[in-house]
């Protein structure tokens, strides 16, 4: 079975990197995954000065139009670490919040998708065609905790 994910008030809602499950990464607390990951973009770049307007977002639909690059540049590196700038989020997130965290070991071994209609990079796009990095990067977690879990359970 295949589990489709996309907006927070819809199940697995908490899969999605807009749910309001904060995370500290790196010395900062960040209100949301989004925050954080649209943040990262600007580290370093001559944009810079975006990152604290970013990290203030009152949303992460507002952190997310800010962090968009089509209006600034992105740092140089940014199409070579962003999938691992996403995993070390997401990781964060489900470490910490240990509801969200046994919503997602739950999922066995579904396979999880995003289910954007129009991300084709991070989701599955409207023709279920796309990459699902998101959903590959949640699956991975999972598999993660799960080795940490039975890693812990050993050594008590």
């Known amino acids: 079975m295949t589990i489709y994910f996309y907006k927070v008030w819809q199940p697995y809602g908490c899969f999605s990197n807009f749910s309001p499950h ?3 990464i790196q010395g900062t607390y960040w209100s949301t995954v989004e925050h954080y990951y649209q943040a990262q973009k600007f580290v370093g770049s001559v944009d810079e000065v975006i ?3 970013i990290h203030a977002a009152a949303t992460p639909e507002e952190a997310a139009a800010l962090g ?3 209006t600034r ?3 140089r590196d940014w199409d070579l670490v962003k999938t691992q700038v996403m995993r070390e989020a997401v990781l964060k997130k ?4 240990a509801e969200i965290r046994e919503v997602l070991l739950t999922t066995e ?5 995003e289910n954007s209609p129009t991300d084709y990079f991070w989701g599955c796009g409207a023709s279920k065609t796309g990459d699902n990095h998101l959903g590959k990067i949640l699956m991975s977690v999972r598999e993660e905790i799960r080795k940490l879990k039975f890693l812990s359970v050993i050594s008590e």
């Open 51 to 53: 990152i604290p307007l």
């Open 109 to 113: 071994d579904e396979i999880l998708v």
């Open 22 to 24: 904060g995370i500290h």
């Open 73 to 75: 540049k992105c740092r």
């Open 68 to 70: 968009r690059c089509s």
């Open 94 to 97: 489900f470490l910490t919040h």
